[in-house]
Every structure is written in C-alpha cells, then in structure tokens.
Nanobody
Framework: QVQLVESGGGLVQPGGSLRLSCVASGSTTFSMYGMAWYRQAPGKQREWVAVITSGGHTNYVDAVKGRFTISRDNTKKTVYLQMNSLKPEDTAVYYC????????WGQGTQVTVSS
C-alpha cells in the first residue's frame, strides 16, 4: 500500500520561502502518474495548487503562478513544491496526491505565513 508522506512545512515570514517534499512510499508506478500539490486553509475546501504530468509538464493555480514551482524526482518517488514570495493567504495544510486514481491522503504539512 502506498503511503504519501509530506514534509518541509513551517512558520515563515511574508516574502519568505519554503520547499515542500512528498514521498510516495511503497509506490511502484510513481513515474507513470501525474502528481499534484493541494492545500486546505482553515474553514475552506481543499484546492489544487500545482500539477506535474508524468512527462514533466506543469500548471499552477493563478494565485501561485510565478511564485511556486513543482518538480519531481522519479528515482526518489518524490514530488517537490518550491514556494517563494510567500503570502499570509498561502497559509494552509499542504498535501500531495496523484491527479488520477488518488491514493489515501497523507497527513499533510502545515505552512504558516505570518509576521
């Protein structure tokens, strides 16, 4: 069974940066699927933030374009989210998952942007 383990969150000041990682532990098909980062702010529904296809094509929600970068390392079964110029509205729990046939959700990693 695949376990998604997110890490890298924390408390950062506005304008700061964080790099999130998500390991798909136990996956034997990681490279075959598109992956996405999602986030859920308090009192809001989970929303997608960034996607990367199996071929490496990327797309972003408008709110993070130009600030966030998604990437993947298939040899490590890991997807990354580089977050720069962070804003208070980026505060949320961040999750990763496959775009299609999603796995059970991991525990996520908390990102808090505050001065």
């Amino acid at each position: 069974q695949v376990q998604l383990v997110e890490s890298g969150g924390g408390l950062v000041q506005p304008g700061g940066s964080l790099r999130l990682s998500c390991v798909a532990s136990g996956s034997t098909t990681f490279s075959m699927y598109g992956m996405a980062w999602y986030r859920q702010a308090p009192g809001k529904q989970r929303e997608w933030v960034a996607v990367i296809t199996s071929g490496g094509h990327t797309n972003y929600v408008d709110a993070v374009k130009g600030r966030f970068t998604i990437s993947r390392d298939n040899t490590k079964k890991t997807v990354y989210l580089q977050m720069n110029s962070l804003k208070p509205e980026d505060t949320a729990v961040y999750y990763c998952n496959r775009i299609t046939s999603p796995h059970d959700w991991g525990q996520g990693t908390q990102v808090t942007v505050s001065s």
